[in-house]
């Protein structure tokens, strides 16, 4: 299904007329309208050639070079930014090293602008006491209140802000190394159709972030979100998971990528150990012939409970990534790259290499993340994998 209109005559505000999940409610519409004007007037995060740089790069995957997608499931207004672009740099080295053929490695980072969450249960209950659930520090408060878990829309400058200072100092520190570009769910749509600028062949781009995807939550084909990404010329992702049909995956690529532009679309399987020999052939079979790329999230469909708080497993993680594999070359598809939660600390979230009791060092604001030590272990497997 080819867009009948001329890309160009869409707008940034188009979702606005389509139904929205997962987006907040702002008590106040004078404070909201006043923080997207500023927005709109404020300095990119990101430069659009860099992103075009990205879509390039991963247009050449297919042939040739991996994806190595990761970082923190939501970044925090309290986080040292210089320490941790460092940091998370010398992690995307060490597993670069590990993954070998770090020449054609896509390097893409979950942050500068990582802080909006989507939620499966929308209210958080503590004792008697029912809130709003934390929805990442661009909408609203960690601690339980009810005032700090009312959306704030002033939120989103200091998001802005916190992500221009990270990009600033990715740049500063990558400059004689391989690039790391930034991504981020395209879930915020006020804050992202407020950074959407126009380049000189009248084309938009998100300027939020090089790389935005599209979540597991909101993927209604018709909904805002896809509108939205629909209308912008960026690289971005899909989330595949489970129970996504071949006929919806095939109406979003359709949607999302008309002209079946190469490094446009990357399909990011999120299964989950048990599920991905059930549901990912189909999906590889009706993108077959397409100029997508399929890389694995092993994180998020192995999600479990373990004494009141979410981890993961990394034997389950491994199983997942290397069902991946083993699914996607028996289909003839190039496993094109990984996508984790991952700190470059010596977190205690994930089980498994070490960790057996998650009390020590459990930091996360949402997801459990992958510990440098598991991390780099997932990095070394991947490397046998495609040696
Ligand atoms: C995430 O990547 O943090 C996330 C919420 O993923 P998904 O939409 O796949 O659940
Ligand atoms: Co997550």
């Given at each position: 299904?080819?867009?009948?209109?001329?890309?160009?005559?869409?707008?940034?505000?188009?979702?606005?007329?389509?139904?929205?999940?997962?987006?907040?409610?702002?008590?106040?519409?004078?404070?909201?309208?006043?923080?997207?004007?500023?927005?709109?007037?404020?300095?990119?995060?990101?430069?659009?050639?860099?992103?075009?740089?990205?879509?390039?790069?991963?247009?050449?995957?297919?042939?040739?070079?991996?994806?190595?997608?990761?970082?923190?499931?939501?970044?925090?207004?309290?986080?040292?930014?210089?320490?941790?672009?460092?940091?998370?740099?010398?992690?995307?080295?060490?597993?670069?090293?590990?993954?070998?053929?770090?020449?054609?490695?896509?390097?893409?980072?979950?942050?500068?602008?990582?802080?909006?969450?989507?939620?499966?249960?929308?209210?958080e209950r503590q004792g008697d006491v029912e809130h709003p659930a934390?929805?990442?520090?661009?909408?609203?408060?960690?601690?339980?209140?009810?005032?700090?878990?009312?959306?704030?829309?002033?939120?989103?400058?200091?998001?802005?802000?916190?992500?221009?200072?990270?990009?600033?100092?990715?740049?500063?520190?990558?400059?004689?190394?391989?690039?790391?570009?930034?991504?981020?769910?395209?879930?915020?749509?006020?804050?992202?159709?407020?950074?959407?600028?126009?380049?000189?062949?009248?084309?938009?781009?998100?300027?939020?972030?090089?790389?935005?995807?599209?979540g597991y939550r909101t993927q209604q084909v018709d909904g805002a979100?896809?509108?939205?990404?629909?209308?912008?010329?960026?690289?971005?992702?899909?989330?595949?998971?489970?129970?996504?049909?071949?006929?919806?995956?095939?109406?979003?690529?359709?949607?999302?990528?008309?002209?079946?532009?190469?490094?446009?679309?990357?399909?990011?399987?999120?299964?989950?150990?048990?599920?991905?020999?059930?549901?990912?052939?189909?999906?590889?079979?009706?993108?077959?012939?397409?100029?997508?790329?399929?890389?694995?999230?092993?994180?998020?469909?192995?999600?479990?409970?373990?004494?009141?708080?979410?981890?993961?497993?990394?034997?389950?993680?491994?199983?997942?990534?290397?069902?991946?594999?083993?699914?996607?070359?028996?289909?003839?598809?190039?496993?094109?790259?990984?996508?984790?939660?991952?700190?470059?600390?010596?977190?205690?979230?994930?089980?498994?290499?070490?960790?057996?009791?998650?009390?020590?060092?459990?930091?996360?604001?949402?997801?459990?993340?992958?510990n440098r030590t598991q991390a780099l272990h997932i990095a070394q497997?991947?490397?046998?994998?495609?040696?």
């Amino acid at each position: 299904m080819a867009r009948d209109e001329d890309p160009k005559s869409w707008h940034p505000a188009a979702w606005r007329h389509r139904p929205a999940e997962q987006l907040p409610t702002y008590p106040n519409a004078d404070a909201l309208a006043q923080v997207e004007a500023k927005l709109r007037a404020a300095a990119p995060v990101i430069r659009i050639e860099d992103a075009a740089r990205l879509k390039r790069a991963l247009g050449c995957v297919r042939e040739r070079g991996f994806v190595l997608q990761g970082g923190d499931c939501a970044e925090n207004f309290d986080d040292r930014v210089a320490d941790r672009v460092d940091r998370l740099a010398g992690l995307f080295d060490a597993m670069a090293n590990a993954l070998g053929d770090r020449e054609h490695l896509v390097r893409i980072a979950r942050i500068g602008g990582q802080f909006a969450k989507p939620r499966t249960t929308l209210i958080e209950r503590q004792g008697d006491v029912e809130h709003p659930a934390y929805r990442g520090d661009m909408i609203n408060a960690r601690s339980f209140g009810a005032e700090a878990r009312a959306p704030d829309p002033a939120r989103m400058l200091r998001g802005h802000a916190q992500s221009v200072g990270t990009a600033a100092t990715m740049g500063v520190i990558r400059q004689d190394s391989a690039p790391i570009y930034t991504c981020h769910e395209g879930l915020l749509l006020p804050y992202e159709e407020a950074l959407t600028r126009r380049d000189a062949d009248g084309s938009w781009w998100a300027t939020s972030a090089h790389f935005l995807w599209l979540g597991y939550r909101t993927q209604q084909v018709d909904g805002a979100h896809v509108e939205y990404l629909s209308g912008i010329a960026n690289p971005i992702g899909i989330k595949c998971g489970p129970g996504l049909t071949p006929d919806a995956l095939a109406a979003m690529c359709d949607r999302l990528d008309p002209d079946d532009t190469p490094g446009r679309l990357t399909l990011i399987a999120r299964f989950g150990a048990d599920r991905i020999e059930q549901e990912l052939p189909s999906l590889l079979a009706v993108t077959k012939g397409r100029a997508v790329n399929w890389i694995v999230d092993p994180m998020h469909g192995n999600t479990q409970k373990h004494e009141g708080r979410k981890t993961r497993r990394v034997e389950a993680v491994q199983r997942d990534m290397e069902a991946f594999f083993a699914l996607t070359r028996e289909a003839g598809v190039k496993p094109a790259g990984v996508h984790l939660e991952m700190s470059p600390n010596d977190v205690t979230e994930c089980l498994g290499l070490g960790v057996d009791d998650l009390d020590p060092a459990y930091r996360t604001a949402c997801d459990p993340r992958l510990n440098r030590t598991q991390a780099l272990h997932i990095a070394q497997q991947i490397g046998t994998l495609l040696a």
